[in-house]
């Protein structure tokens, strides 16, 4: 959304209104919402370049989620056209609690600039020593040719001017689950293929019925992790018959699984691949150390993301959103227990 600047708190009303209602109106449908998000235009132009002013506008809106009842909000990217617009970062993350920024690398109009990269390099560092623990360097990830209208937060962001919405699901143990029961190949990808299409096109149906005066992007259907086995990525490769992830067939494996999520027929937007999240999936944090190089040289592949520690950055080529991409962290289930996950993410203007 265009929460405006100075802040609009009427407008950023509203939005929380519409994300209570489309949370409530999932879960009557059986879909755990686990959090609620926002996603501003570029900060730089919210601010009409007034860069100074980000670490006080992302405390203000921190302070103003609670009152509305949202989660997490994301202000945006840096942009090459505004070169401080990076600097200001790590400030504005310290000055608040639950907010979000990007930073963008490379883009259509712009190339791969050099600069951005060596500045993206530079916050993920400086936001790693905000706290000891190193969290907040979740809230920040450096983004290729990402397009408006990706869910997944840090990358999510807003440029239109229709009121829009996108849905981000947690989906791995939908891949687990197809590949159990010594199911062939075949027979695991087209009940994977099937499954996606079902929760898919279930969410699309309700966000184009019972939520039709807010335009509807599409989702992000990635199989992002949850950190128990039943939803590990990790498990659903090694199901496939990788003997550990990261080992021989595990880009086979991802391939697989991707292929599926690009066959399945509902609305893409975002990502839309393979996550690999060590912190947050218990398959991956068990293999441990001696694979993660073997982790690292795959997420150089298209269609594979590798987090470790708490960086967001992440890379994933396709026809539909043509860049790379971030994960957020949203957990959600359907009622029948095998958890097409999903979350409101309103992106209004």
Do not use: W
Request: aromatic share 8%; proline share 5%.
């Amino acid at each position: 959304m265009n929460p405006k600047y100075p802040l609009d708190e009427n407008a950023l009303r509203k939005a929380g209104d519409f994300l209570a209602q489309a949370k409530s109106t999932y879960e009557a449908a059986g879909y755990e919402v686990q959090t609620t998000r926002l996603a501003t235009i570029p900060f730089p132009v919210l601010l009409h370049g007034r860069l100074e002013e980000t670490p006080l506008f992302a405390q203000k809106m921190s302070e103003m989620l609670k009152q509305i009842g949202v989660a997490y909000a994301a202000l945006g990217p840096a942009l090459i056209e505004f070169p401080q617009s990076y600097e200001v970062i790590p400030e504005a993350i310290s000055a608040s609690e639950n907010i979000f920024f990007g930073g963008v690398m490379a883009d259509k109009k712009n190339g791969i600039s050099l600069q951005a990269i060596k500045a993206c390099a530079k916050i993920m560092q400086r936001a790693s020593t905000i706290t000891a623990d190193g969290f907040s360097n979740l809230r920040f990830a450096a983004l290729a040719n990402v397009r408006a209208g990706a869910p997944f937060f840090p990358a999510a962001y807003h440029d239109g001017d229709v009121p829009a919405f996108a849905i981000a699901t947690e989906a791995a143990d939908l891949a687990v689950n197809a590949f159990t029961e010594n199911r062939t190949l075949d027979d695991g990808r087209r009940r994977l293929i099937s499954e996606i299409e079902k929760h898919g096109q279930a969410i699309a149906q309700i966000a184009n019925t019972a939520l039709p005066y807010k335009k509807f992007v599409g989702i992000d259907f990635s199989f992002a992790p949850f950190p128990d086995d039943a939803h590990s990525l990790g498990r659903a490769v090694e199901n496939l018959g990788v003997p550990k992830i990261g080992l021989h067939g595990s880009l086979a494996a991802a391939a697989i699984l991707t292929e599926a999520v690009d066959r399945a027929d509902f609305p893409h937007t975002g990502f839309s691949g393979f996550m690999q999240p060590v912190l947050e999936d218990s398959v991956l944090a068990a293999r441990g150390r001696r694979n993660l190089n073997d982790k690292r040289c795959s997420a150089l592949f298209c269609g594979v993301r590798h987090r470790t520690g708490y960086s967001s950055t992440g890379g994933r080529y396709d026809r539909r959103t043509d860049g790379t991409a971030a994960a957020g962290s949203i957990r959600a289930g359907d009622a029948t227990g095998q958890a097409a996950h999903c979350a409101a993410n309103a992106c209004s203007r």
